[in-house]
Protein backbone atom coordinates (compact mmCIF):
# COMPACT_ATOMS: atom_id res chain seq x y z
CA UNK A 1 0.00 0.00 0.00
CA UNK A 2 1.80 3.35 -0.99
CA UNK A 3 0.60 6.56 0.31
CA UNK A 4 -0.37 10.24 -1.64
CA UNK A 5 3.46 11.57 -1.06
CA UNK A 6 4.83 8.55 -2.56
CA UNK A 7 2.45 8.47 -5.63
CA UNK A 8 2.88 12.15 -6.05
CA UNK A 9 6.80 12.27 -5.65
CA UNK A 10 7.08 12.53 -8.91
CA UNK A 11 5.96 16.39 -9.46
CA UNK A 12 8.65 17.11 -6.92
CA UNK A 13 8.52 19.60 -4.18
CA UNK A 14 8.75 23.23 -5.54
CA UNK A 15 7.58 22.91 -9.20
CA UNK A 16 6.44 25.42 -11.29
CA UNK A 17 2.74 23.99 -9.79
CA UNK A 18 3.81 24.39 -6.16
CA UNK A 19 4.83 28.00 -6.97
CA UNK A 20 1.75 28.89 -8.50
CA UNK A 21 -0.30 27.31 -5.65
CA UNK A 22 1.73 28.68 -2.95
CA UNK A 23 1.29 32.69 -4.12
CA UNK A 24 -1.90 32.37 -5.63
CA UNK A 25 -3.22 30.73 -2.25
CA UNK A 26 -1.35 33.58 -0.33
CA UNK A 27 -2.50 36.22 -2.34
CA UNK A 28 -5.76 35.41 -1.52
CA UNK A 29 -5.04 36.01 2.14
CA UNK A 30 -4.12 39.51 1.64
CA UNK A 31 -7.72 40.80 1.87
CA UNK A 32 -8.33 38.95 5.14
CA UNK A 33 -5.60 41.59 6.33
CA UNK A 34 -7.31 44.92 5.64
CA UNK A 35 -10.60 43.86 6.66
CA UNK A 36 -9.83 42.19 9.88
CA UNK A 37 -8.73 45.12 11.35
CA UNK A 38 -10.54 47.54 9.11
CA UNK A 39 -12.97 48.73 12.54
CA UNK A 40 -9.66 50.72 13.70
CA UNK A 41 -10.57 53.53 11.05
CA UNK A 42 -14.13 52.71 10.62
CA UNK A 43 -14.38 53.43 14.40
CA UNK A 44 -12.09 55.61 15.06
CA UNK A 45 -13.26 58.11 17.57
CA UNK A 46 -11.91 61.75 16.86
CA UNK A 47 -11.41 64.42 19.67
CA UNK A 48 -14.96 65.89 19.99
CA UNK A 49 -17.22 67.53 22.86
CA UNK A 50 -20.96 68.76 23.36
CA UNK A 51 -22.75 70.90 21.31
CA UNK A 52 -23.63 74.05 21.88
CA UNK A 53 -26.64 75.27 19.05
CA UNK A 54 -25.89 78.92 18.29
CA UNK A 55 -29.81 80.03 19.70
CA UNK A 56 -28.52 79.69 22.88
CA UNK A 57 -28.21 82.99 23.34
CA UNK A 58 -24.85 83.16 25.14
CA UNK A 59 -21.77 85.47 24.03
CA UNK A 60 -18.64 84.49 22.76
CA UNK A 61 -17.05 84.65 26.07
CA UNK A 62 -19.63 82.12 27.68
CA UNK A 63 -19.67 79.84 24.54
CA UNK A 64 -16.32 79.17 24.84
CA UNK A 65 -16.60 78.53 28.44
CA UNK A 66 -19.25 76.52 28.11
CA UNK A 67 -17.37 73.12 28.24
CA UNK A 68 -15.85 72.06 32.12
CA UNK A 69 -12.20 70.73 32.19
CA UNK A 70 -11.51 67.68 33.56
CA UNK A 71 -8.31 65.79 34.14
CA UNK A 72 -7.84 62.86 31.66
CA UNK A 73 -4.69 60.89 31.49
CA UNK A 74 -2.80 63.45 33.55
CA UNK A 75 -3.78 66.52 31.76
CA UNK A 76 -6.68 68.99 32.00
CA UNK A 77 -8.95 68.34 29.00
CA UNK A 78 -12.13 69.98 28.03
CA UNK A 79 -15.36 67.21 28.47
CA UNK A 80 -15.97 64.96 26.28
CA UNK A 81 -19.45 64.55 27.68
CA UNK A 82 -20.42 67.39 29.81
CA UNK A 83 -21.37 70.53 29.73
CA UNK A 84 -22.71 73.73 31.82
CA UNK A 85 -26.13 73.85 31.97
CA UNK A 86 -26.80 76.52 29.16
CA UNK A 87 -29.50 77.97 30.34
CA UNK A 88 -28.00 79.14 33.38
CA UNK A 89 -25.16 80.71 31.17
CA UNK A 90 -27.58 82.27 28.94
CA UNK A 91 -28.78 84.21 32.40
CA UNK A 92 -25.74 84.86 33.23
CA UNK A 93 -24.64 86.43 29.77
CA UNK A 94 -27.79 87.73 29.96
CA UNK A 95 -26.54 90.35 33.06
CA UNK A 96 -23.19 91.02 31.32
CA UNK A 97 -21.29 88.50 33.99
CA UNK A 98 -17.84 87.30 33.22
CA UNK A 99 -16.93 83.59 33.45
CA UNK A 100 -14.27 82.66 36.09
CA UNK A 101 -13.92 86.65 37.03
CA UNK A 102 -17.68 87.43 38.00
CA UNK A 103 -18.43 83.49 38.51
CA UNK A 104 -16.80 80.46 39.63
CA UNK A 105 -17.40 78.02 36.72
CA UNK A 106 -16.73 75.20 39.35
CA UNK A 107 -20.12 76.02 41.19
CA UNK A 108 -22.09 75.89 37.88
CA UNK A 109 -24.54 72.68 37.25
CA UNK A 110 -23.69 70.91 34.76
CA UNK A 111 -25.38 68.72 31.71
CA UNK A 112 -25.11 65.82 29.37
CA UNK A 113 -24.68 66.94 25.46
CA UNK A 114 -28.41 67.31 25.30
CA UNK A 115 -27.81 69.13 21.45
CA UNK A 116 -25.27 66.66 19.96
CA UNK A 117 -21.37 66.73 19.68
CA UNK A 118 -19.13 68.68 17.60
CA UNK A 119 -16.36 66.38 16.13
CA UNK A 120 -12.58 67.23 15.14
CA UNK A 121 -12.34 66.36 11.28
CA UNK A 122 -8.23 67.00 11.70
CA UNK A 123 -8.01 63.12 11.66
CA UNK A 124 -11.43 61.45 10.17
CA UNK A 125 -13.67 63.10 7.83
CA UNK A 126 -16.52 60.71 9.26
CA UNK A 127 -16.81 56.89 10.68
CA UNK A 128 -19.43 54.80 12.37
CA UNK A 129 -18.93 57.01 15.93
CA UNK A 130 -19.34 60.30 14.25
CA UNK A 131 -22.26 58.92 12.31
CA UNK A 132 -24.36 57.35 15.25
CA UNK A 133 -22.96 59.58 17.94
CA UNK A 134 -21.15 56.15 19.49
CA UNK A 135 -19.57 58.34 22.67
CA UNK A 136 -20.39 58.89 25.94
CA UNK A 137 -23.15 56.64 26.91
CA UNK A 138 -22.84 54.84 23.95
CA UNK A 139 -19.28 54.59 23.49
CA UNK A 140 -19.46 50.86 24.51
CA UNK A 141 -20.65 50.07 20.62
CA UNK A 142 -18.09 51.28 19.17
CA UNK A 143 -16.05 48.20 21.00
CA UNK A 144 -19.29 46.02 20.40
CA UNK A 145 -18.66 46.00 16.73
CA UNK A 146 -15.52 44.86 17.11
CA UNK A 147 -16.08 41.63 19.42
CA UNK A 148 -19.54 41.00 17.21
CA UNK A 149 -17.00 40.67 13.50
CA UNK A 150 -14.51 38.40 16.25
CA UNK A 151 -17.90 36.53 17.15
CA UNK A 152 -18.77 36.03 13.30
CA UNK A 153 -14.88 34.67 13.35
CA UNK A 154 -15.71 32.26 16.34
CA UNK A 155 -19.03 30.88 14.43
CA UNK A 156 -16.90 30.60 11.17
CA UNK A 157 -14.49 28.82 12.47
CA UNK A 158 -16.82 26.47 13.91
CA UNK A 159 -18.59 25.69 10.87
CA UNK A 160 -15.68 26.01 8.15
CA UNK A 161 -14.02 22.52 8.57
CA UNK A 162 -16.99 20.92 8.81
CA UNK A 163 -17.79 22.31 5.33
CA UNK A 164 -14.54 21.99 3.67
CA UNK A 165 -14.95 18.57 4.45
CA UNK A 166 -18.18 18.32 3.49
CA UNK A 167 -18.14 20.44 0.31
CA UNK A 168 -14.40 20.46 -0.71
CA UNK A 169 -11.99 22.87 0.18
CA UNK A 170 -11.87 25.51 -3.49
CA UNK A 171 -15.78 25.63 -2.66
CA UNK A 172 -15.52 26.71 0.48
CA UNK A 173 -13.12 28.93 -0.25
CA UNK A 174 -14.71 30.81 -3.16
CA UNK A 175 -17.98 30.81 -1.67
CA UNK A 176 -16.84 32.46 1.79
CA UNK A 177 -14.52 34.60 -0.22
CA UNK A 178 -17.97 35.59 -2.11
CA UNK A 179 -19.48 35.61 1.24
CA UNK A 180 -16.66 38.25 2.67
CA UNK A 181 -17.22 40.65 -0.53
CA UNK A 182 -21.09 40.63 -0.82
CA UNK A 183 -21.63 41.56 3.05
CA UNK A 184 -18.56 43.83 3.24
CA UNK A 185 -20.53 45.86 0.49
CA UNK A 186 -24.02 45.37 2.18
CA UNK A 187 -22.41 47.19 4.81
CA UNK A 188 -21.58 50.44 3.31
CA UNK A 189 -25.33 51.15 3.30
CA UNK A 190 -26.36 51.07 6.52
CA UNK A 191 -28.60 52.84 8.08
CA UNK A 192 -27.77 51.94 11.71
CA UNK A 193 -25.07 50.92 13.79
CA UNK A 194 -27.75 47.81 14.62
CA UNK A 195 -27.47 47.18 10.85
CA UNK A 196 -23.65 47.36 10.20
CA UNK A 197 -23.11 45.53 13.11
CA UNK A 198 -25.16 42.45 11.83
CA UNK A 199 -23.40 42.61 8.54
CA UNK A 200 -19.93 43.01 10.48
CA UNK A 201 -20.83 39.78 12.13
CA UNK A 202 -21.48 37.59 8.80
CA UNK A 203 -18.27 39.07 7.03
CA UNK A 204 -16.13 37.55 10.05
CA UNK A 205 -17.57 34.60 9.42
CA UNK A 206 -16.64 34.33 5.52
CA UNK A 207 -12.91 35.86 6.70
CA UNK A 208 -12.14 33.04 8.82
CA UNK A 209 -13.74 30.54 6.74
CA UNK A 210 -12.18 31.69 3.58
CA UNK A 211 -8.53 32.01 5.48
CA UNK A 212 -9.16 28.26 7.29
CA UNK A 213 -9.83 26.69 3.51
CA UNK A 214 -6.66 28.49 1.33
CA UNK A 215 -4.71 27.35 4.72
CA UNK A 216 -5.75 23.44 4.79
CA UNK A 217 -5.94 23.38 0.72
CA UNK A 218 -2.62 24.90 0.00
CA UNK A 219 -1.62 22.14 3.15
CA UNK A 220 -2.72 18.92 1.06
CA UNK A 221 -1.71 20.09 -1.92
CA UNK A 222 2.25 21.17 -1.23
CA UNK A 223 4.58 18.97 -0.22
CA UNK A 224 5.91 18.19 2.89
CA UNK A 225 9.25 20.30 2.89
CA UNK A 226 7.16 23.59 1.51
CA UNK A 227 4.17 23.06 4.19
CA UNK A 228 6.21 24.72 6.90
CA UNK A 229 6.84 27.01 4.96
CA UNK A 230 3.09 28.11 3.64
CA UNK A 231 1.93 27.90 7.26
CA UNK A 232 4.06 30.11 8.38
CA UNK A 233 5.62 31.98 6.13
CA UNK A 234 3.03 32.28 3.05
CA UNK A 235 0.01 33.19 5.04
CA UNK A 236 1.05 34.87 7.75
CA UNK A 237 3.40 37.33 5.53
CA UNK A 238 0.69 38.07 2.63
CA UNK A 239 -2.08 38.52 5.65
CA UNK A 240 0.58 41.34 6.93
CA UNK A 241 0.65 43.06 3.45
CA UNK A 242 -2.96 43.13 3.66
CA UNK A 243 -2.48 44.55 6.95
CA UNK A 244 0.13 47.07 5.89
CA UNK A 245 -2.28 48.29 3.14
CA UNK A 246 -5.27 48.82 5.37
CA UNK A 247 -3.23 52.57 7.12
CA UNK A 248 -2.63 53.67 3.53
CA UNK A 249 -6.18 53.49 2.27
CA UNK A 250 -7.13 54.94 5.42
CA UNK A 251 -4.98 57.70 5.21
CA UNK A 252 -6.11 59.11 1.49
CA UNK A 253 -9.50 57.98 2.49
CA UNK A 254 -11.27 59.54 5.02
CA UNK A 255 -14.93 59.09 5.09
CA UNK A 256 -15.47 55.62 6.23
CA UNK A 257 -18.39 54.51 3.42
CA UNK A 258 -15.74 54.91 0.78
CA UNK A 259 -12.93 53.50 2.73
CA UNK A 260 -15.31 50.62 3.05
CA UNK A 261 -15.56 50.18 -0.62
CA UNK A 262 -12.27 51.12 -1.40
CA UNK A 263 -11.44 47.92 0.97
CA UNK A 264 -14.00 45.57 -0.48
CA UNK A 265 -13.41 45.63 -3.88
CA UNK A 266 -10.13 44.01 -4.15
CA UNK A 267 -12.36 40.90 -3.39
CA UNK A 268 -13.36 41.10 -7.14
CA UNK A 269 -9.28 39.90 -7.64
CA UNK A 270 -10.37 36.82 -6.51
CA UNK A 271 -12.59 35.41 -8.83
CA UNK A 272 -10.09 34.64 -11.66
CA UNK A 273 -8.07 32.79 -9.07
CA UNK A 274 -10.87 29.85 -9.63
CA UNK A 275 -10.17 28.64 -12.65
CA UNK A 276 -6.37 28.25 -11.97
CA UNK A 277 -6.25 27.16 -8.18
CA UNK A 278 -7.45 23.13 -8.09
CA UNK A 279 -9.58 21.23 -5.57
CA UNK A 280 -7.39 19.16 -2.82
CA UNK A 281 -6.20 16.00 -4.77
CA UNK A 282 -6.45 14.31 -0.99
CA UNK A 283 -9.88 15.30 -0.66
CA UNK A 284 -11.52 14.50 -3.84
CA UNK A 285 -9.46 10.57 -3.10
CA UNK A 286 -11.26 10.95 0.27
CA UNK A 287 -14.74 11.00 -1.45
CA UNK A 288 -13.94 8.78 -3.95
CA UNK A 289 -13.20 10.70 -6.72
CA UNK A 290 -10.27 9.47 -8.26
CA UNK A 291 -10.53 10.66 -11.64
CA UNK A 292 -11.10 13.60 -10.73
CA UNK A 293 -8.04 14.02 -8.66
CA UNK A 294 -5.70 12.29 -11.12
CA UNK A 295 -6.62 14.88 -13.66
CA UNK A 296 -5.56 17.69 -11.58
CA UNK A 297 -1.79 15.83 -10.88
CA UNK A 298 -1.48 14.84 -14.49
CA UNK A 299 -1.98 18.79 -15.17
CA UNK A 300 -0.04 19.55 -12.61
CA UNK A 301 2.85 17.07 -13.79
CA UNK A 302 1.95 19.30 -17.30
CA UNK A 303 2.52 22.62 -15.65
CA UNK A 304 5.81 21.25 -13.91
CA UNK A 305 7.21 19.45 -17.16
CA UNK A 306 7.47 16.29 -15.94
CA UNK A 307 6.40 12.95 -17.36
CA UNK A 308 3.17 11.08 -15.23
CA UNK A 309 2.87 7.69 -15.08
CA UNK A 310 -0.02 5.51 -16.70
CA UNK A 311 -1.87 5.01 -13.78
CA UNK A 312 -1.39 7.57 -10.72
CA UNK A 313 -4.53 6.65 -8.14
CA UNK A 314 -5.20 2.68 -8.32
CA UNK A 315 -7.75 2.30 -6.13
CA UNK A 316 -6.39 -1.24 -4.43
CA UNK A 317 -3.24 0.03 -4.00
CA UNK A 318 -3.27 3.70 -3.02
CA UNK A 319 -4.03 3.73 1.10
CA UNK A 320 -7.21 4.80 2.19
CA UNK A 321 -6.37 8.45 3.44
CA UNK A 322 -9.35 8.22 6.16
CA UNK A 323 -7.99 4.86 7.32
CA UNK A 324 -6.65 6.81 10.30
CA UNK A 325 -10.47 7.96 11.10
CA UNK A 326 -11.79 4.82 11.21
CA UNK A 327 -12.24 5.02 15.66
CA UNK A 328 -14.34 7.60 16.58
CA UNK A 329 -12.74 10.17 18.96
CA UNK A 330 -14.87 12.35 21.04
CA UNK A 331 -13.61 16.07 22.81
CA UNK A 332 -14.18 13.66 26.12
CA UNK A 333 -10.92 12.41 25.00
CA UNK A 334 -9.06 15.70 25.70
CA UNK A 335 -9.83 14.67 29.34
CA UNK A 336 -9.09 11.39 29.55
CA UNK A 337 -5.49 11.39 31.55
CA UNK A 338 -4.33 13.32 34.19
CA UNK A 339 -1.60 14.39 31.20
CA UNK A 340 -3.69 15.60 28.33
CA UNK A 341 -6.37 17.20 30.21
CA UNK A 342 -3.42 19.48 31.53
CA UNK A 343 -2.17 19.98 28.43
CA UNK A 344 -5.31 21.07 27.18
CA UNK A 345 -6.02 23.10 30.22
CA UNK A 346 -2.33 25.17 29.41
CA UNK A 347 -3.07 25.62 25.53
CA UNK A 348 -6.36 26.67 26.13
CA UNK A 349 -5.35 29.56 28.68
CA UNK A 350 -2.30 30.30 26.41
CA UNK A 351 -3.80 30.58 23.45
CA UNK A 352 -6.45 33.20 24.54
CA UNK A 353 -4.19 35.26 26.28
CA UNK A 354 -1.93 35.64 23.04
CA UNK A 355 -5.18 36.34 21.33
CA UNK A 356 -5.67 38.96 23.38
CA UNK A 357 -2.70 40.25 23.53
CA UNK A 358 -2.32 40.07 19.74
CA UNK A 359 -5.42 42.32 18.76
CA UNK A 360 -5.59 44.46 21.95
CA UNK A 361 -1.91 46.22 20.50
CA UNK A 362 -3.81 45.96 16.94
CA UNK A 363 -6.96 47.50 18.13
CA UNK A 364 -4.81 49.81 20.21
CA UNK A 365 -3.15 51.70 17.46
CA UNK A 366 -5.30 54.52 17.72
CA UNK A 367 -4.62 55.48 21.23
CA UNK A 368 -0.87 55.38 20.83
CA UNK A 369 0.85 59.06 20.72
CA UNK A 370 1.43 60.75 17.31
CA UNK A 371 0.15 59.57 13.70
CA UNK A 372 -2.46 56.86 13.76
CA UNK A 373 -1.65 56.07 10.29
CA UNK A 374 1.80 55.74 10.68
CA UNK A 375 1.51 53.83 14.18
CA UNK A 376 -1.09 51.42 12.42
CA UNK A 377 1.43 51.01 9.87
CA UNK A 378 4.30 50.35 11.94
CA UNK A 379 2.32 47.49 13.54
CA UNK A 380 1.47 45.45 10.49
CA UNK A 381 5.38 46.36 9.32
CA UNK A 382 6.59 44.95 12.69
CA UNK A 383 4.74 41.62 11.91
CA UNK A 384 7.15 40.88 8.80
CA UNK A 385 9.73 40.21 10.85
CA UNK A 386 8.19 38.50 13.96
CA UNK A 387 7.07 35.36 11.26
CA UNK A 388 10.46 35.30 9.69
CA UNK A 389 12.03 35.29 13.08
CA UNK A 390 9.75 32.76 14.09
CA UNK A 391 10.00 30.34 11.38
CA UNK A 392 13.87 30.43 12.04
CA UNK A 393 13.42 29.52 15.42
CA UNK A 394 10.87 26.81 15.13
CA UNK A 395 13.54 24.69 12.17
CA UNK A 396 16.54 25.29 14.89
CA UNK A 397 15.94 25.67 18.39
CA UNK A 398 13.06 24.49 21.31
CA UNK A 399 9.66 25.16 20.99
CA UNK A 400 9.55 25.38 24.48
CA UNK A 401 12.02 28.05 25.04
CA UNK A 402 11.39 30.37 21.80
CA UNK A 403 7.85 30.27 23.04
CA UNK A 404 8.61 31.49 26.37
CA UNK A 405 11.30 33.62 24.98
CA UNK A 406 8.54 35.37 22.79
CA UNK A 407 6.06 35.87 25.38
CA UNK A 408 8.55 37.33 27.79
CA UNK A 409 9.80 39.96 25.87
CA UNK A 410 6.49 40.77 24.34
CA UNK A 411 4.95 41.23 28.27
CA UNK A 412 7.84 42.85 29.77
CA UNK A 413 8.18 45.45 27.29
CA UNK A 414 4.40 46.17 27.75
CA UNK A 415 5.49 46.31 31.39
CA UNK A 416 7.81 49.09 31.24
CA UNK A 417 5.91 51.31 28.99
CA UNK A 418 4.54 52.99 32.24
CA UNK A 419 8.18 53.74 33.33
CA UNK A 420 8.74 56.20 30.18
CA UNK A 421 8.50 59.60 30.91
CA UNK A 422 5.41 61.40 28.80
CA UNK A 423 7.81 63.64 26.66
CA UNK A 424 9.44 60.33 25.23
CA UNK A 425 6.67 59.56 23.06
CA UNK A 426 8.82 57.76 20.08
CA UNK A 427 10.12 55.49 23.12
CA UNK A 428 6.52 54.47 24.02
CA UNK A 429 5.68 53.59 20.66
CA UNK A 430 8.96 51.67 19.98
CA UNK A 431 7.99 49.74 23.23
CA UNK A 432 4.60 48.77 21.91
CA UNK A 433 5.78 47.47 18.65
CA UNK A 434 8.22 45.31 20.49
CA UNK A 435 5.59 43.97 22.42
CA UNK A 436 3.59 43.56 19.19
CA UNK A 437 6.89 41.90 17.54
CA UNK A 438 6.55 39.35 20.30
CA UNK A 439 3.22 38.54 20.94
CA UNK A 440 3.01 38.10 16.87
CA UNK A 441 6.41 35.11 16.98
CA UNK A 442 4.96 33.70 19.63
CA UNK A 443 0.97 33.31 17.94
CA UNK A 444 3.21 32.34 14.93
CA UNK A 445 4.69 29.07 16.82
CA UNK A 446 2.30 28.35 18.81
CA UNK A 447 -0.09 26.20 15.97
CA UNK A 448 3.04 24.43 15.40
CA UNK A 449 3.63 23.85 19.05
CA UNK A 450 0.48 22.79 19.92
CA UNK A 451 -0.10 20.58 17.40
CA UNK A 452 2.94 18.84 17.87
CA UNK A 453 1.97 17.95 21.71
CA UNK A 454 -1.39 16.50 20.70
CA UNK A 455 -1.56 13.07 19.52
CA UNK A 456 -2.06 11.65 15.72
CA UNK A 457 -6.14 10.84 17.19
CA UNK A 458 -6.74 13.60 18.69
CA UNK A 459 -4.99 16.36 17.29
CA UNK A 460 -7.57 18.04 15.34
CA UNK A 461 -9.60 18.10 18.39
CA UNK A 462 -6.90 19.68 20.47
CA UNK A 463 -5.55 22.23 18.22
CA UNK A 464 -9.66 23.05 17.18
CA UNK A 465 -10.33 23.77 20.99
CA UNK A 466 -7.09 26.00 21.61
CA UNK A 467 -8.15 27.72 18.11
CA UNK A 468 -11.87 28.49 19.45
CA UNK A 469 -9.89 29.59 22.75
CA UNK A 470 -8.01 32.02 20.26
CA UNK A 471 -11.53 33.55 19.43
CA UNK A 472 -12.41 33.83 22.47
CA UNK A 473 -9.25 35.88 23.22
CA UNK A 474 -10.22 37.65 20.84
CA UNK A 475 -13.62 38.78 21.39
CA UNK A 476 -12.31 40.44 24.38
CA UNK A 477 -9.17 42.05 23.07
CA UNK A 478 -11.52 45.44 21.90
CA UNK A 479 -12.61 45.99 25.82
CA UNK A 480 -8.32 46.07 26.57
CA UNK A 481 -8.00 48.77 23.78
CA UNK A 482 -11.42 50.58 24.99
CA UNK A 483 -9.52 50.88 28.52
CA UNK A 484 -7.20 53.18 27.07
CA UNK A 485 -9.37 55.88 26.10
CA UNK A 486 -9.46 56.05 30.13
CA UNK A 487 -6.33 55.08 31.43
CA UNK A 488 -3.06 55.13 28.49
CA UNK A 489 -1.15 52.68 30.52
CA UNK A 490 -4.24 50.17 32.06
CA UNK A 491 -4.27 48.09 28.45
CA UNK A 492 -0.10 47.32 28.62
CA UNK A 493 -0.35 46.59 32.52
CA UNK A 494 -3.70 44.23 31.87
CA UNK A 495 -1.95 42.78 28.40
CA UNK A 496 2.05 42.61 29.77
CA UNK A 497 0.83 40.79 33.28
CA UNK A 498 -1.07 38.31 31.01
CA UNK A 499 1.63 37.91 28.44
CA UNK A 500 4.41 36.93 31.11
CA UNK A 501 2.10 35.35 33.36
CA UNK A 502 1.56 32.72 30.01
CA UNK A 503 5.15 32.92 29.53
CA UNK A 504 6.04 30.98 32.60
CA UNK A 505 3.35 28.74 31.67
CA UNK A 506 4.68 28.43 28.55
CA UNK A 507 8.00 26.48 30.54
CA UNK A 508 5.90 23.61 32.23
CA UNK A 509 4.70 22.17 28.80
CA UNK A 510 6.90 19.01 27.39
CA UNK A 511 9.64 20.16 24.78
CA UNK A 512 8.10 18.33 21.17
CA UNK A 513 11.24 19.53 19.50
CA UNK A 514 12.85 17.19 17.53
CA UNK A 515 10.19 14.45 18.98
CA UNK A 516 7.97 12.60 16.55
CA UNK A 517 4.84 13.45 16.78
CA UNK A 518 2.97 10.91 18.96
CA UNK A 519 -0.11 8.55 17.67
CA UNK A 520 -1.88 7.63 20.83
CA UNK A 521 -2.86 9.32 24.06
CA UNK A 522 -0.25 7.14 25.86
CA UNK A 523 2.67 8.31 23.73
CA UNK A 524 2.43 11.73 24.28
CA UNK A 525 4.78 13.68 26.16
CA UNK A 526 4.35 14.69 29.82
CA UNK A 527 3.70 18.18 31.05
CA UNK A 528 6.71 19.33 33.45
CA UNK A 529 6.28 20.06 37.23
CA UNK A 530 3.90 17.10 37.99
CA UNK A 531 3.77 13.33 38.99
CA UNK A 532 2.48 10.32 36.92
CA UNK A 533 2.22 7.31 37.48
CA UNK A 534 4.50 4.51 35.95
CA UNK A 535 4.04 5.49 32.28
CA UNK A 536 3.31 2.61 29.58
CA UNK A 537 5.99 0.99 27.84
CA UNK A 538 4.30 0.66 24.56
CA UNK A 539 7.01 1.94 21.73
CA UNK A 540 5.50 4.25 18.99
CA UNK A 541 5.57 2.21 15.57
CA UNK A 542 5.34 5.10 13.17
CA UNK A 543 6.66 8.35 13.01
CA UNK A 544 4.29 10.52 11.41
CA UNK A 545 5.31 13.70 8.89
CA UNK A 546 5.91 16.84 11.36
CA UNK A 547 3.78 18.41 9.08
CA UNK A 548 0.80 16.71 8.63
CA UNK A 549 -2.32 18.88 6.57
CA UNK A 550 -4.76 17.51 8.96
CA UNK A 551 -3.73 19.91 12.31
CA UNK A 552 -4.71 22.81 10.40
CA UNK A 553 -8.17 21.93 9.92
CA UNK A 554 -9.13 24.09 12.73
CA UNK A 555 -6.80 26.54 13.32
CA UNK A 556 -6.97 30.14 11.66
CA UNK A 557 -4.72 33.61 12.43
Not at 16 to 22: A, C, D, G, N, T
Not at 361 to 378: A, E, Q
Amino acid sequence: MRDYEEVTAFLGEWGRFQRLVFFLLSASIIPNGFNGLSIVFLAGTPEHRCAVPPGANLSEEWRNASIPLELRGGVTEPSRCRRYRLAVLANLSALGLRPGSDVQLAELEQEPCLDGWEYSRDVYRSTIVTEWNLVCDNDWKGPMSTSLFFVGVLLGSFISGQLSDKFGRKNVLFSTLAMQTIFSFIQIFSTSWEMFSVFFLLVGMGQISNYVAAFVLGTEILGKSIRLLFCTLGVCIFYAFGYMLLPLFAYFIRDWRMLLLALTLPGLLCIPLWWIIPESPRWLISQGRFQEAEDIIRKAAKINKVTAPDVIFDPSELQDLSSQRQQTYTILDLMRTRNILTITIMSVILWMIISVGYFGLSLDTPNLHGDVYLNCFLSAVIEVPAYIISWLLLRNLPRRYSMAAALFLGGCVLLFIQLVPSHLRALSILLVMLGKFGITSAFSMVYVYTAELYPTVVRNMGVGASSMASRLGSILSPYFAYLGAYDRFLPYILMGSLTVLSGILTLFLPESYGMPLPDTIEQMLLVKGLEYRPASSAKRNSKEEEENPEIFKSTAF
